[in-house]
């Protein structure tokens, strides 16, 4: 193994506080987060990862994960205003970083792209294809990709090849973004999940036709938005009832250590059938 990809492993075991070995793929809860796309930009929408500017302006951007850019680039990607860090409107294709997962051989689970959009306007379809080869010749890993830009995923799905190892995400904050739920049903992703979170609102509605997974969570860090214990529970009972593997994440608030992530005495970590079709889903 090259000596970054181990310095990245090692330093990504350290903080998680897992052996380097670890058999990532049966520790479902442990995400390596892969920035291969530095979308270095503040996106505008309500819903956007807001603590992101800041963790990179701190130089812990990917302090966590695995990339080719340094600490110190990452926090040239940011600038000072109104005393918040915030994007410069920079976008950096890291190919390099497209090698790392050919040198792990044992299977991981991959965050790709963590605080940043595989799928935004800026980046290639000649870039997002060069990601899906890495991605398909690597069928060891399991790849999730979240993107709030549905539509564009949809123009071009069939333009791109999808192996079963490449799950397919897409946000949905409230009842205002169910549409790109749509849009992902449409594409050709093999497995499909929903992130609702930071959950800012009610979705009693959920289509989950086609939808493999639903992720719920609360918004956490400084001015947090509150979550309704109902508009999660109403999410878990949609899910329950059209046999949707279902995953709380958090209450989230300030300190989202102290609220935890217990909804109904227990804590809810469901995982899509694709992938995990040896274990039954618990029911209520």
């Given at each position: 193994?090259?000596?970054?990809?181990?310095?990245?492993?090692?330093?990504?075991?350290?903080?998680?506080?897992?052996?380097?070995?670890?058999?990532v793929?049966?520790?479902?809860?442990?995400?390596?987060?892969?920035?291969?796309?530095?979308?270095?930009f503040?996106?505008?929408?309500?819903?956007?990862?807001?603590?992101?500017?800041?963790?990179?302006?701190?130089?812990?951007?990917?302090?966590?994960g695995?990339?080719?850019?340094?600490?110190?680039g990452?926090?040239?990607?940011?600038?000072?205003?109104?005393?918040?860090?915030k994007?410069?409107?920079?976008?950096?294709?890291?190919?390099?970083?497209?090698?790392l997962?050919?040198?792990?051989?044992?299977?991981?689970?991959?965050?790709?792209?963590?605080?940043?959009?595989?799928?935004h306007?800026d980046?290639?379809?000649?870039?997002?294809?060069?990601?899906?080869?890495t991605?398909?010749?690597?069928?060891?890993?399991?790849?999730?990709?979240?993107?709030?830009?549905?539509?564009?995923?949809?123009?071009?799905?069939?333009?791109?090849?999808?192996?079963?190892?490449?799950?397919?995400?897409?946000?949905?904050?409230?009842?205002?973004?169910?549409?790109?739920?749509?849009?992902?049903?449409?594409?050709?992703?093999?497995?499909?999940?929903?992130s609702?979170?930071?959950?800012?609102?009610?979705?009693?509605?959920?289509?989950?036709e086609?939808?493999?997974?639903?992720?719920?969570?609360?918004?956490?860090?400084?001015?947090?938005?509150?979550?309704?214990?109902?508009?999660?529970?109403?999410?878990?009972?949609?899910c329950?009832?059209?046999?949707?593997?279902?995953?709380?994440?958090?209450?989230?608030?300030?300190?989202?250590?102290?609220?935890?992530?217990?909804?109904?005495?227990?804590?809810?970590?469901e995982?899509?059938?694709?992938?995990?079709?040896?274990?039954?889903?618990?029911?209520?």
């Amino acid at each position: 193994m090259p000596r970054e990809a181990r310095l990245a492993h090692a330093r990504l075991a350290r903080l998680q506080r897992y052996p380097p070995d670890v058999d990532v793929a049966a520790q479902h809860c442990l995400n390596l987060q892969f920035e291969i796309v530095h979308v270095m930009f503040q996106l505008g929408l309500k819903s956007d990862c807001r603590y992101a500017p800041t963790y990179a302006r701190k130089g812990r951007g990917w302090s966590n994960g695995a990339s080719s850019v340094t600490d110190q680039g990452v926090a040239s990607f940011t600038r000072i205003s109104g005393g918040r860090a915030k994007w410069n409107g920079k976008i950096v294709l890291d190919r390099k970083a497209l090698q790392l997962p050919k040198t792990w051989k044992r299977g991981k689970t991959i965050f790709v792209n963590s605080m940043s959009d595989l799928f935004h306007d800026d980046v290639p379809l000649e870039f997002i294809r060069e990601v899906f080869s890495t991605m398909a010749s690597t069928p060891q890993h399991t790849y999730q990709v979240l993107t709030k830009r549905a539509e564009r995923v949809e123009s071009f799905s069939s333009e791109l090849v999808w192996p079963s190892n490449v799950w397919l995400g897409v946000s949905v904050e409230n009842e205002e973004f169910e549409w790109r739920i749509d849009s992902l049903r449409r594409t050709d992703a093999v497995v499909k999940f929903l992130s609702l979170e930071p959950l800012l609102g009610p979705l009693d509605s959920l289509n989950l036709e086609d939808i493999d997974w639903a992720i719920a969570g609360g918004e956490s860090g400084p001015g947090a938005r509150p979550m309704n214990a109902e508009w999660v529970r109403s999410i878990r009972d949609q899910c329950n009832a059209a046999n949707v593997a279902f995953h709380f994440k958090q209450w989230g608030g300030v300190n989202k250590k102290k609220t935890g992530r217990v909804l109904d005495g227990r804590t809810w970590d469901e995982y899509p059938a694709r992938k995990l079709n040896s274990e039954p889903r618990p029911t209520l």
